[in-house]
């Protein structure tokens, strides 16, 4: 059963590296859907839908939408098909457009 060991030790080093990225993973879209409740006026788990939306007609990973949003909070720049779709997943789900906008 000795042998056994380091097998055993490198799948549970597996499974901890898995949770850390699940983790992490969760709190980037957590806090993307943040920004989007906040700039979007709308409910979280509306703010979710948002999110799933612009993830589906983007064919773009949800965790890498979140990323995207994250990113354009802090720099201002969001790549024109994501601020298209998350304007239209806003329509759907909000009041308002996306601030900054260059349709006015």
């Given at each position: ?25 969760h ?27 612009v ?6 990973k ?10 354009w ?29 260059s349709?006015?």
């Amino acid at each position: 059963m000795g042998a056994n060991q380091p097998d055993r030790l490198s799948a549970l080093q597996a499974e901890v590296d898995q949770m850390k990225e699940a983790v992490a993973s969760h709190a980037v879209v957590d806090q993307a859907i943040g920004m989007v409740v906040a700039l979007g006026r709308v409910t979280p788990g509306e703010g979710w839908e948002v999110l799933r939306d612009v993830s589906q007609h983007t064919n773009i990973k949800l965790r890498n939408i979140a990323e995207l949003i994250l990113i354009w909070g802090r720099r201002g720049d969001i790549p024109p098909d994501v601020r298209a779709e998350l304007e239209d997943a806003l329509d759907r789900y909000g009041p308002t457009q996306v601030p900054g906008s260059s349709e006015e």
